[in-house]
């Protein structure tokens, strides 16, 4: 492979889709606390970024069996043999080592042990979420450590906005991989007797049909009123102010959130393109809450509205060559 490939396979099995969503999430907790230095903030997207290469490259590495069995997943790098598990392994290893020693130099030893601690979360998750059920739980609680990790950068004494985002960073992560990625996965997690919390809550596909019990759509309607629920009550208590117009937005966005919501657990045939539609949709609106709470303290950190718009537009423009249909889910 030439240079440009390899960085393009590389690229693909780090998930540069959703690479800047997830590598901003120290940033929220750091914009929470008060933070305001762009070196630090640049530092901390960094780190944020070396964590998000290391949680899905080595998701990758370890489905390699399964993604296999997927025709889709097959273009992947690591069952495509464009990017061999050693050199994944290596890749891994190199970038963690390096969020490490940014870490270390940037900000000391306890806040290296709560990276690892983040880090160690995630890998758990990637080893054992198809053996034991319930381990949405574990990397939902990793991303919460990621905002902890970002608001203890400033300091240690967390203000209530940060028990906020946290969260709503947990119910997130926990929406989309236990309903969006159970959902996602269905085609094979059933085949491969997955212990998935979503197959053993019965969803499956046989013949391309689509099987969701009426259970997990609850699942599915209660996270998203939970969600709802703690971005709103802090705003009705006075904890969060927001300018009326911001709340309207706030509105919108649920209301959106609810109706992909309801696309996504009543679909009845599985197409998998769809289902990453809905899936980047589904994540994407939920996101778009936390940048508009950021204002109460933060009014620039709207604009992180439009980063993960725009990591994903450009990676899968440069990457799969279209704008909204990624390749990697």
């Not at 050199?87 to 940014?102: D, T």
Request: hydrophobic share 55%; charged share 10%.
């Amino acid at each position: 492979m030439n240079l440009k490939t390899t960085v393009f396979e590389y690229a693909k099995l780090s998930s540069a889709h959703f690479i800047f969503l997830t590598a901003i999430i120290p940033l929220t907790g750091a914009i929470a606390m008060g933070e305001k230095d762009l070196f630090l903030l640049t530092m901390l997207f960094l780190i944020g970024l070396s964590a998000h290469i290391v949680g899905f490259a080595f998701n990758h590495y370890v489905d390699i069996e399964v993604d296999r069995l997927i025709s889709s997943a097959n273009k992947r790098p690591l069952p495509s043999g464009s990017i061999s598990k050693s050199n994944a392994l290596i890749y891994i290893l190199l970038v963690l080592l390096l969020g490490c020693l940014l870490t270390l130099y940037f900000y000391g030893v306890i806040m290296l042990l709560l990276y690892l601690l983040g880090i160690l979360l995630a890998g758990l998750y990637d080893l054992y979420s198809k053996r034991i059920s319930g381990m949405d739980f574990v990397l939902a609680a990793s991303v919460m450590v990621g905002v902890v990790f970002g608001a203890a950068t400033v300091s240690f004494q967390f203000s209530p906005l940060i028990g906020i985002l946290c969260v709503l960073a947990f119910l997130q992560t926990l929406n989309l991989n236990l309903i969006a990625g159970g959902i996602k996965d269905a085609d094979h997690d059933y085949l491969i007797q997955s212990k998935h919390l979503s197959t053993r809550l019965g969803v499956r596909v046989q013949q391309e049909v689509f099987h969701i019990p009426t259970s997990f759509q609850l699942i599915g309607y209660l996270l998203g009123l939970l969600y709802a629920l703690c971005v709103f009550l802090p705003i009705f208590f006075g904890v969060i102010h927001l300018h009326i117009s911001l709340i309207l937005l706030l509105i919108l966005f649920n209301i959106l959130f609810f109706i992909v919501t309801y696309k996504i657990v009543h679909l009845k045939r599985f197409h998998r393109q769809e289902v990453r539609k809905y899936v980047v949709l589904q994540y994407t609106i939920n996101w778009s809450n936390i940048p508009i709470l950021l204002m109460s303290v933060a009014p620039l950190s709207g604009f992180l509205l439009l980063y993960p718009i725009i990591g994903l537009v450009v990676s899968n423009l440069i990457l799969y060559r279209t704008i909204v249909r990624p390749q990697v889910m």
